[in-house]
T-cell receptor
Framework: NAGVTQTPKFQVLKTGQSMTLQCAQD?????MYWYRQDPGMGLRLIYY???????DKGEVPNGYNVSRLNKREFSLRLESAAPSQTSVYFC???????????FGEGSRLTVL | DQQVKQNSPSLSVQEGRISILNCDYT??????FLWYKKYPAEGPTFLISISSIKDKNEDGRFTVFLNKSAKHLSLHIVPSQPGDSAVYFC????????????FGAGTILRVKS
């Protein structure tokens, strides 16, 4: 059981380049989330999808777009990367309302 | 404005002793609290949780205490083991807000053998 899988694990971009972070979960969870982790800031919610076909902004959505492709997959896109988007990105999923998120291993993104 | 605060960036404890990690929150709507543990190069993993209707929840060596009047919760690890060395995140959610988790900045725990 793979759980939550993120790709790529590492990526270096130049300012202005675009890229998409992929996330897939095999636990049949309804809700999926994208967080970013920065030193001293904890984990901050970028976007989430409460169910297939719906997406909503979180705390720090600027500069990002998301797509809930199907129940399994939730992608995060940076259209024009900026150095401020250098971070570690985590995808997570949850079935119900207990708040216990299952996280992927993270994707470390560096924007030069 | 951080709604969930972990004011100690790091904590160092001797193996076998108690580790106490603290967390404060400001939003009185929060009704569910969780602790996550994170090792380097891995995603956070769920450790223990507590509902606002309780003041204590215990799971093996881990106990979470909730003081609603003080808007404070703490995680106790007894006895501490070297394998407990990790970053610990406190998180809170409110059913009013769709149960989205709000995380603290994390506390690095080092357990010395």
């Amino acid at each position: 059981n793979a759980g939550v899988t993120q790709t790529p694990k590492f990526q270096v971009l130049k300012t202005g380049q675009s890229m998409t972070l992929q996330c897939a979960q095999d636990m049949n969870h309804n809700s999926m989330y994208w967080y970013r982790q920065d030193p001293g800031m904890g984990l901050r919610l970028i976007y989430y999808s409460a169910s297939e076909g719906t997406t909503d902004k979180g705390e720090v959505p600027n500069g990002y777009n998301v797509s809930r492709l199907n129940k399994r997959e939730f992608s995060l896109r940076l259209e024009s990367a900026a150095p401020s988007q250098t971070s570690v990105y985590f995808c997570a999923s949850i079935q119900g309302i207990t708040g216990e998120l299952f996280f992927g291993e993270g994707s470390r993104l560096t924007v030069l | 404005d951080q709604q969930v605060k972990q004011n100690s960036p790091s904590l160092s404890v001797q193996e076998g002793r108690i580790s106490i990690l603290n967390c404060d929150y400001t939003n009185s709507m929060f009704d569910y609290f969780l602790w996550y543990k994170k090792y380097p190069a891995e995603g956070p993993t769920f450790l223990i949780s507590i509902s606002s209707i309780k003041d204590k929840n215990e799971d093996g060596r881990f106990t979470v205490f909730l003081n609603k009047s003080a808007k404070h919760l703490s995680l106790h690890i007894v006895p501490s083991q070297p394998g407990d060395s990790a970053v610990y995140f406190c998180a809170a959610s409110a059913s009013e807000y769709g149960n989205k988790l709000v995380f603290g900045a994390g506390t690095i725990l080092r357990v010395k053998s």
